[in-house]
């Protein structure tokens, strides 16, 4: 299958052999990534995904050697789950990332003590503000229905979300497709990075990533970016 490019812009293609291959790059590439920005301005900072995709990666990147008391890290998105759940996003990068050489490094989770997600909006904010940003780099996923970060087709404050000129960092938002309400970034906040990269695995997600344009996907709104680079990691099932 070849690699899907949009009219405007083309994103920069990393395709591999497999996952194992591209999450040792990846790994390689966002630990070099964050040397660099450490020895420039003191600090580093990664905004993440959670689900499936990115936890052999994060396995990988706990054993780069770097100074990871000068990292901070959070989530693209979160659910509005404890942070102890399964479906957790901090729970799965502390089970994944923050181990080995990188249990030193500072996370700052999206998930507040509020009952709903609207109610936390406003400590969400003030946690990744606090961040050393623009980020060193942001690492996208995508869902089959062309969702990245928590950037749902249905939600009702999808155009909130996308608001290239909003203020927000983080907005919560109910995905009505899939389980529990959500804490995500903001498009805004996404394009506040050294660069965009966008981690995907399987033919599936490859076509998804082909008719983003198209249809509209959310995802749409990533690619057809130059500012900062977006490029796509890939690799088969
Ligand atoms: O719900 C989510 O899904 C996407 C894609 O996850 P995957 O399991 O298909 O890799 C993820 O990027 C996002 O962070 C997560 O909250």
Redesign the pocket.
């Known amino acids: 299958m070849s690699e899907p490019t949009t009219s405007d812009s083309k994103p920069c293609w990393r395709s591999f052999d497999s996952s194992a291959e591209l999450d040792a790059a990846l790994a390689a590439h966002l630990a070099g990534a964050l040397r660099a920005d450490i020895a420039r301005r003191g600090a580093g900072s990664l905004a993440l ?6 936890q052999a990666m994060f396995r990988a990147l706990s054993r780069e050697q770097l100074p990871w008391t000068e990292v901070a890290l959070t ?5 509005w789950v404890d942070s102890g759940h399964a479906d957790s ?1 901090e729970r799965l990068l502390r089970d994944n990332l923050l181990q080995n050489a990188a249990a030193t490094a500072r996370l700052a989770g999206l998930k507040t003590p509020h009952p709903r997600a609207t109610e936390g909006e406003g400590e969400a904010n003030a946690r990744v503000a606090a961040l050393p940003r623009p980020f060193t780099a942001v690492v ?5 229905d062309g ?4 950037w749902f087709p249905q939600a009702a404050n999808l155009h909130r979300l996308l608001d290239s000129r909003g203020t927000d960092l983080v907005a919560a938002t109910e ?1 009505v497709t ?1 389980p529990h309400a ?1 804490m995500t970034l903001t498009l805004p906040a996404v394009l506040a990075s050294g660069e965009i990269i966008v ?3 399987g033919d599936e ?1 490859k076509a998804v990533l082909g008719e983003a344009i198209a249809r509209g996907y959310p995802i749409a709104a990533i690619l057809q970016q130059t500012q900062p680079p977006v490029s796509i990691w890939w690799a088969p099932q």
């Open positions: 995904s959670g689900g499936n995709t990115p989530l693209v998105d979160e659910r996003n996208l996923g995508m869902g089959g969702h990245t970060a928590s995905p899939a959500r981690h995907i695995t997600k």
